[in-house]
């Protein structure tokens, strides 16, 4: 069996067999997954600022819908979305029926020039170094100048990085801050800010988790400088987020 073959019988039973997305849709309408949304449009609302809400908007690798629905929530009306698993593509369409199952690169070249904003969520990593060069030259081509590409992506400068990148068999690739910067150079992107994907204090529970990873992050700092003699990248979450601009 080759890769593509394995990625094939992977991501055909992606939702069932390790995403279980059927009970578990962040793009729905339960408590936890309007929770988590409301996060996201926290943290990504900011670098949307001055976006036009009329701009065209892709999610790559968009699961569920559930950014989609994040930028649905931040009021932006031209939403476009591929998704490269036929289960999570038919899970997305119960909310977003236009979108697309297929290849994300055949559907960028299809979209020279179309897009103010990018997505690629929890993609990245599934693809090798090489493999991620060929598709940000082809988010690229298909992104105006100027604009912008949202990442989401396991961090490896976490001491738990582990966990997430292997809990995944499709994924390939584990980046650093570093690392993500030089692929998104060499791709013709600038990296203009990298953050943690950590909680944030809005209730009592959300609080205490917030206060604990202060904590946490100082220890795991002060191991990095031990070791060291720098803090690194700074960046401590097991899954980091970033916003990159097309040169």
């Not at 999610?59 to 819908?65: A, E, Q, S, T, Y």
């Not at 090489?130 to 961090?155: S, W």
Request: a positive charge.
């Amino acid at each position: 069996m080759n890769k593509e073959q394995f990625r094939q019988r992977a991501y055909a039973c992606y939702a069932s067999g390790f995403k279980q997305a059927v009970s578990t849709s962040n793009a729905g309408d339960t408590a936890g997954a309007a929770r988590y949304r409301a996060y996201l449009r926290r943290r990504v609302g900011p670098w949307l600022r001055e976006v036009p809400r009329s701009a065209e908007v892709a999610d790559l690798g968009c699961g569920d819908g559930m950014l989609l629905r994040v930028f649905q929530e931040l009021g932006f009306t031209d939403l476009h979305g591929v998704e490269g698993s036929p289960e999570m593509a038919a899970l997305c369409r119960r909310h977003f029926p236009a979108v697309e199952q297929g290849d994300l690169r055949e559907y960028l070249r299809r979209k020279p020039g179309a897009f103010a904003v990018v997505a690629l969520f929890d993609v990245l990593e599934h693809f090798t170094r090489e493999e991620a060069v060929g598709l940000l030259d082809e988010i690229h081509g298909a992104l105006r100048p100027g604009g912008l590409l949202l990442l989401q992506l396991p961090n490896g400068d976490s001491p738990f990085a582990g966990g997430v990148f292997a809990a995944d068999l499709t994924h390939e690739t584990l980046y650093t801050r570093g690392s993500l910067g030089h692929l998104l150079a060499i791709g013709g992107f600038e990296l203009v800010e990298a953050e943690e994907h950590s909680a944030q204090p809005t209730d009592l529970r959300s609080a205490i988790r917030w206060m604990g990873w202060k904590l946490m992050r100082g220890v795991i700092g002060v191991g990095h400088r031990i070791e060291t003699g720098g803090r690194s990248s700074g960046i401590y979450t097991r899954v980091m987020r970033a916003v990159a601009r097309r040169r």
